[in-house]
């Protein structure tokens, strides 16, 4: 169980958890902001030609403090330490961690190779932007549990799960004021909060361009296979997965297809109704990799007063709405999440079906990844928390005393620690440190 901000709040001022220095204003819903300190370890790589993890290597680094009023450049390709500037302290049945925003495993997410689930991706792989185009990953977290979830329902009636923290570009109802639009970066429960002003729906999230799939071989011209499936009675057959993932022309020729064989536009609105759901569904999955907003909805199908089941329709405006509305966002059991960090300058990526960007952590779209060298922060800890910093971006970053660096969220365990960390019995290396660390791997060995 994750502590709630009402649960960390007590917590602290019963002195369970301390963090020092703490602002009021660095509470979250479910986590407290944690800050950069001044001290970095630079790594010496030339004064070593290999890393034997039995030898002390401590000179393998270099500490390096810096001014409060001066700033530490990170290059690209860079690799160093730092440290958190609190001290953190837990009680024996508490343990914590230091992590980003994070989407459920089974997330669907498109990449010019086809789906993946989120939970498969890996440094290296390819995802596409909010414009629709190819961006690697290049960071990824290990499986998060325990998180506090949230369902994310959209005005296309499209769910994602992801936890409170996680974060979405939206345009509330007082950035829309005026004809000028301004996006903002909001987390769920902070959409949860405000989700509906003056009992309209407050926030919206952009549509994607055409998703810029490459370019496919196809053994039928995609406009008549399009004709070929709209013209089609029962069993016309789904459509192929090339022809979902193939550069722009080709779905927008097999949507005219499907259009021109079985469709109707009245109005500038398109619509295409059959018994078949799976055609709807390609449909639907069509023209929102094309950047437009489809809806699919289900009736019955009756002729003469004769019931033929279910029938399935799927409507779409081109180049008319822009974007989505967020309609609900609903408590849910917890899930195994994670999140990934991409290339792209917005740190956007798209996620679902209906191909709904979503992004990283801020300092992942400046191309900062952050991680705590400890997985969990354990029961007992009393110290600040050393952080691995690596700047994958193809500029140098500045990092400023005092800034953000992440977010700790504490979690209940069942009982307290037999033995918790800094008792005799546990080997605890780390306890009581200030700045970032060295590597004491080696004593496991002695």
Known sequence: MILSDRSIRKA??????????????????????????????VFRNHTMGYIDVKEN??????????????????????????????????????????EGKALALDT???????????????????????????????????????????????????????????????????????????????????IAATLMVRGRRNHRVPLTEPVEYPARELPVDPYVEGLRLGRGSFGAGPVSPEYLTSAPAQP??????????????EGGRCELTHTDEALVDAIAELAAGLGFLSVKAKALAVRAGV??????????????????????????????????QVAAPSGLFLVSRSFIPTHNSSLGRLGLLIHSTAGFVDAGWNGHLTLELSNVANLPITLYPGMKIGQISFLQMTTAADNPYGSSTTGSKYQGQRGPTPSRYFENFR
């Open 57 to 98: 290597q401590e000179d393998l680094t270099e500490l390096v403090e810096i001014g409060e009023e001066t700033v530490f450049i990170l290059h690209p390709g860079e690799f160093v330490l730092g440290s958190t500037a609190e001290r953190v302290q837990l009680p024996d049945d508490l343990v914590a961690r230091l």
């Open 12 to 41: 602290l001022a019963e002195g369970r958890i301390a963090i020092e220095p703490l602002d009021e204003s660095s509470i979250q819903p479910s986590s407290v902001d944690l800050h950069v300190d001044r001290y970095f370890r």
């Open 252 to 265: 927008a020729a097999l949507l005219r297809g499907l259009l021109d064989g079985g469709g109707s536009v």
């Open 108 to 190: 669907p997410v498109p990449t010019p190779n086809g789906w993946r689930a989120m939970g498969d991706l890996r440094v290296g792989d390819e995802v596409f932007d909010e414009r629709g185009r190819p961006t690697n990953v290049v960071g990824a977290t290990p499986p998060m549990f325990d998180r506090p979830c949230r369902e994310v329902v959209f005005s296309d009636d499209t769910t994602v799960v992801a936890d409170a923290g996680h974060q979405w570009l939206t345009c509330d109802a007082n950035a829309r004021r005026r004809g000028r639009l301004r996006w903002a970066v909001r987390t769920t429960d902070e």
């Open 307 to 340: 019931d033929y089941g279910p029938m399935y329709r799927v409507r779409f405006t081109p180049h008319r709405s822009r974007f989505r509305a967020i309609t609900a966002v609903r408590d849910v059991p917890s899930v195994p999440v994670r999140c990934i």
